[in-house]
């Protein structure tokens, strides 16, 4: 049975890998802020928690947003219409237009009811200018996220990797500078850190249009997409497709907002620990959720072209691959959880918080794999509004309400809230799994 997958192993491999490095890649933005930022003062690690847990809400919006692209060009491209694959392109970008200025809006005002939320006034007073960096730095980030969709749609991994990584360079040189004042400049510490992600952000979509521009293949559709009109009905499908995605993005990582939220009542400690132990599970399974792309479009594609038995092996195929890997990257939370924290800060209380933590992130890396990919499965088949009620229902329902249980009326703390994650990602990877199941039966016998 493994041997008649190999073919899709590698197939899933060779497109994921630059996804899988893309995702690592923007996520190593924030793991280095951190390990830098915790090094300078716990109290800067708290507050980077305070406004990331916050600002990710609305990026992760907007990002789900534009997911919507990535399936609908891979149908065109499967039918091989090259044409609606153009229209939809520049349907896309008259969205982009739209929706990322009012994202940015939306972001600033919540500054207003930062320091209603229950943090301590230090928390706050630094959280606030450095959440102002990053609301900035997400107008180019949303752009870089609409290029990235369209890119992998017409089946090109490769340049946003390249983009992302060559960006993560300049991150980490500015954040030298700026954080601890070298090379003449300021010591501006968490601020530094913020101007650091505005400017190295806004290197992202331009390096990635220019690498586009070299691609004969993409720059094809791109110069085609000058020459139509955009669709009102094509922006419906992608707003019909992504605003679902973007909905079941915001619930699971609000149940997360949530819980870094209830974990800044109880101090400093706790909430930096949360931000190092939540920092390396988010970086694992940005992998996993790499994959979970590849097999969005590699299910699309084969949708499209009505190969359906190969839709059924890419989709099994993809499951295998990410439930190895998080396997193992549970494995390595427990037995490394004392060393990992120490990247991040040299507090010894932090470091044994967060290394409680980690031990609990063992328990669920599975299950955040299994979420993922199936949630990626079901993108390809362009299903997503039943997945959103399956993500408000597990993350919202079950895990935020078991999280707070534990922490305060049961007593367990900071790991209380952690248990709730727990509950949340099972409950949602075994709904998912059910959906995959009926929607490859539907799909073969309609056949």
């Excluded at 089946?155 to 390249?162: D, K, L, P, Q, Y």
């Excluded at 992608?238 to 699971?252: D, S, T």
């Excluded at 998080?326 to 044994?352: E, H, K, Q, S, Y």
Aim: proline share 4%.
């Amino acid at each position: 049975m493994i041997r008649s997958h190999l073919p899709y192993y590698r197939g899933l491999l060779k497109l994921g890998v630059p996804l899988v490095l893309t995702q690592a890649g923007q996520m190593s933005v924030q793991l280095i802020d951190n390990a830098m930022i915790g090094h300078y003062g716990t109290a800067e690690l708290a507050a980077a928690s305070f406004a990331n847990n916050i600002y990710i809400v609305v990026m992760l919006l907007g990002m789900g947003m534009f997911m919507g692209i990535t399936p609908l060009i891979g149908h065109a491209r499967g039918a091989k219409d090259d044409r609606l694959a153009a229209v939809i392109l520049k349907s896309g970008w008259v969205l982009s237009a739209f929706l990322i200025p009012l994202l940015a809006l939306v972001s600033w005002s919540v500054v207003w009811i930062m320091p209603a939320m229950g943090q301590t006034g230090e928390v706050v007073r630094l959280a606030v200018p450095y959440y102002k960096t990053l609301v900035v730095a997400l107008i180019p980030l949303l752009l870089f996220s609409f290029l990235k969709q369209a890119g992998e749609g017409l089946g090109n991994t490769f340049a946003a990797m390249a983009a992302t990584l060559a960006s993560n360079l300049i991150n980490v040189f500015l954040n030298y500078t700026l954080i601890f004042g070298k090379f003449g400049f300021p010591e501006l510490g968490l601020l530094g850190a913020g101007y650091a992600t505005i400017l190295s952000r806004t290197a992202m979509p331009l390096m990635l249009y220019a690498v586009f521009m070299t691609l004969k293949p993409i720059r094809y559709y791109f110069s085609l997409m000058r020459t139509v009109p955009p669709a009102l009905h094509e922006i419906a499908r992608i707003a019909g497709i992504g605003l679902p995605i973007a909905v079941q993005l915001v619930l699971e990582v609000s149940a997360f907002a949530a819980s870094a939220v209830m974990m800044g009542w109880m101090g400093h400690a706790p909430l930096a620990a949360h931000e190092v132990a939540i920092g390396l599970a988010s970086f694992t399974f940005m992998a996993a959720n790499g994959v979970a792309m590849a097999t969005t479009i590699r299910v699309s594609f084969q949708l499209g072209t009505r190969d359906f038995q190969s839709m059924r092996r890419v989709s099994y195929s993809a499951l295998h691959l990410v439930l190895f890997y998080m396997g193992l990257c549970g494995l390595c939370f427990f037995l490394f959880r004392d060393r990992l924290p120490r990247i991040f800060t040299g507090d010894p209380g932090v470091i044994a918080q967060a290394a409680s933590l980690l031990a609990v992130a063992a328990l669920f890396q599975l299950f955040d794999g299994l979420q993922v990919v199936c949630l990626g499965i079901l993108r390809g088949f362009a299903d997503v509004k039943i997945p959103m009620f399956i993500a408000g229902f597990s993350y919202i329902i079950v895990g935020l309400p078991v999280s707070y249980i534990c922490a305060f009326p049961l007593g367990l703390g900071p790991e209380g809230i952690w248990v709730g994650f727990v509950f949340g990602l099972l409950t949602a990877g075994s709904l998912l799994s059910l959906r995959i199941g009926n929607r490859i039966r539907q799909t073969e016998a309609r056949s």
